[in-house]
């Protein structure tokens, strides 16, 4: 019952005291409460930053590059069956799978792959034009550098190399700049272009074989001296061990139904005389012996001693180990190359290397799962080039094709230019990567007008060159009447200074040969799909599983990579990121 107006309740001053004490206390308790909860937080969450520190940007904390120099892209089906779960088909099934990958430029040659990979660019711009091309007007390898000297093995020139002829940074170049070089970078192949180019100009190391010892070498433009593991790994000899038992196929000769039956005339034989059949089971221990360790190349086991210094190269530099650093590995396998080049596309021997090639693949994935953890790595597979079929091979299945020969090339050129200008002078130097090179000092001090020598020999090469579809000088690819793929990628692949001025476009099937002789293994080099659709698969941290069919290209790779590390593009890049690969596009 209220109170009459005007008069308090006997209680009510009393009453209130307490009411307000009991919120004050209720107040003081949630404080505390939330206090404690802010602190367990606190502590909960340094707690598990300190068990959970991840690289910045998300990144991960190793980036492996796998180049499997010559894989054709149909090489993922055609072998499919027996490939293990762990290999070729956890890429297939994990993987993001660019079935549509194209080289878009000329020729399509290892050194140009392995650097358009890295650096999302083309020869236009990064300057290699091919696994030889001409510098200063004097013909050089790609990766010749006679300022430095071989680290690793006797003085010699397999360790005068470096990257100094690649014009533009690569990515792993791009990843040391962005981490202050806190990131480590190794390049690791048996062919010293696929891991000297690659690797790029900042690498913390390049490690290429020397057939003569054996050994993983590098050269001054690295370090003055080999590091502790590399000493390590050349002491155990591992080609010695890796030939001791030859090469016996892993199946029966007559279950590689996806060849052509192991006796046949595609195929090089082996030895000084070519008394060695080019059969299964090849007697390496043999050839060890009579021809030494560079045997190693040309068989399966030159796959397996990469992953084996690709391992040791993880360890030794403790790559992919810090927790809040990126590393990079740019690994080529070269000895698909070296097969394919000997026995072809449909030879046993390459069907079992590809077989042998899963295995240790399913074996380094694996390894890779162990050392740095499922999403603590990026996989990256893809190819150089591809490449074509035998010419013999193609003739004895009713295929369209045959050799362009290069000699002939060289004589219609010379006496073209010699009738041209009227001197008997050799203006014309070589011809090379199906271009045309010529001795332009010698022209212009004669006052010759190039342009116009130039115009007349593609004339005289397009109307007398068996299998010659398009004969173009470069510098009027835009304007010549050729499909607009054509003329892209000659504009792509004309390095001024560096290239040929006129390049040669072969008819489909066809191949630079420079005698007339029976073909034995096979080839590459040109536009054709057989030779520039290229395997590309992406697996790890931030990439999601799936396939893409529309067109993407060699040029693209470098530039995923960098939007999925946070980095600058390459400085020559032309690429696009593939972004659909990236887990939740």
Known sequence: QRPPSGHAHPYSHTTAMTHQYYRLCTL?????????????QRKASTKQATHQVTPQHGRPRLVVTMMVDQMTWDYLYRYQARFVEGGFKRLLTQGFNCENTRINYLPSVTAIGHSSVHTGSVPAIHGIAGNDFVKDHAPIYCTEDRSVTTVGAPNGKSGQMSPRNLLATTIADELRIASNFRSKTIGVAIKDRASILPAGHTTNGAYWLDDATGHFITSSYYMQELPEWVKRFNERDRITALLKDDWHPLFPIDSYKESSPDQNNYENPWGKKGEVPPTLPLPTARLLQELGKGVIRTTPFGNTLTFEMAKAAIEGEQLGSRPEETDFLAMSHSATDYVGHHYGTFAVETEDTYLRLDRDLADFLSYLDQRVGKDGYVFVLTADHAAGHNLTFEQEHKLPGSGLRTDRALKIADSTARAFTGQNLALVTRVANYQVFFN????????????????????????????????????????VTAPQVIRERIINGYRKGRSGEIFIVADPGWYGRSSGKRALGTSHGVWSPYDTHIPLIFMGRGIRPGHLYRETYITDIAATLAALLKTQYPSGCIGHPITEAFAGH
């Open 440 to 479: 332009n000092p010698r022209i212009d001090s004669l006052g010759i007008d190039r342009m116009a020598l130039i115009r007349a020999v593609s004339a005289s090469l397009r109307e007398r060159l068996p299998g010659a579809a398009f004969v173009i000088p470069a510098e009027e690819a835009q304007l």
């Open 28 to 40: 003081a308790l949630g404080l505390l409460a939330l206090g404690s909860t802010a602190q367990a």
